[in-house]
């Protein structure tokens, strides 16, 4: 079964840039996968960020940005604030309906 | 604005089947997916399951033994069970529509209802 990678926990420093990535057990990531990312913090529903790789949701402010690094989905921030400490999930669609999700990123910001 | 909201019991004996079902407001069922996705407490998300609003389904193949997922478009409605339930189907499930003309995402999500199941 297809397995979607992701970084356990990603630490940034307020302000500062971070980088998470979503990669295949087998395989490249590509746009075709139409990845897209959720953040979620504790005890709420998950919250749309970037869907078809780089479009971000209504809503979302410019500082979180999706592309394709190499062989993965990434989900970059860019001036990182207190309130984005939260879990990050990705997902890949695999075709025919079926979507997986990625394991999460917990960021930290500190 | 689309609205989804989970309904069920909350507590649920080993063995026996789970059901849940999401009502949609705001938006109808037509020309959309619409998923079912679980969270075990502590733990990441997992995709269970979708349905296109013709009734045509898709399900994660780890569960899809266990897994029906139907719609009744009358009522604004589409529903989950999972049968022979464990412990380890203990966690918050969510139902979302799936976003899939020319691309695919998850655009509206419920609040979450957590279904235990214990004896």
């Known amino acids: 079964q297809t397995v979607v990678t992701q970084e356990p926990s990603f630490s940034v420093s307020p302000g500062g840039t971070v980088t998470l990535t979503c990669g295949l057990s087998s395989g490249s990531v590509s746009t075709s996968y139409y990845p897209s990312w959720y953040q979620q913090t504790p005890g709420q529903a998950p919250r749309t960020l970037i869907y078809?790789?780089?479009t971000r949701s209504s809503r979302v402010p410019d500082r979180f940005s999706g592309s394709i690094l190499g062989n993965k989905a990434a989900l970059t921030i860019t001036g990182a604030q207190a309130d984005d400490e939260s879990d990050y999930y990705c997902?890949?669609?695999?075709?025919?309906?079926?979507?997986?999700f990625g394991g999460g990123t917990k960021l930290t910001v500190l | 604005q689309v609205q989804l909201q989970e309904s069920g019991p909350g507590l649920v004996k080993p063995s026996e089947t789970l059901s849940l079902t999401c009502t949609v407001s705001?938006?109808?069922?037509?020309?959309?997916?619409w998923s079912w996705i679980r969270q075990p407490p502590g733990k990441g998300l997992d995709w269970i399951g979708n349905i296109y609003y013709s009734g045509s389904t898709n399900y994660n193949p780890s569960l899809k033994s266990r897994v029906t997922i139907s719609v009744d478009t009358s009522k604004n409605q589409f529903s989950l069970k999972l049968s022979s339930v464990t412990a380890a189907d203990t966690a918050v499930y969510y139902c979302a529509r799936a976003e899939s003309h020319g691309l695919w995402y998850f655009d509206y999500w419920g609040q979450g209802t957590l279904v235990t199941v214990s004896s």
């Open positions: 705001g938006g109808s069922l037509s020309s959309y997916f």
């Open positions: 997902v890949l669609y695999m075709g025919s309906g079926i979507s997986v």
């Open positions: 078809t790789t780089n």
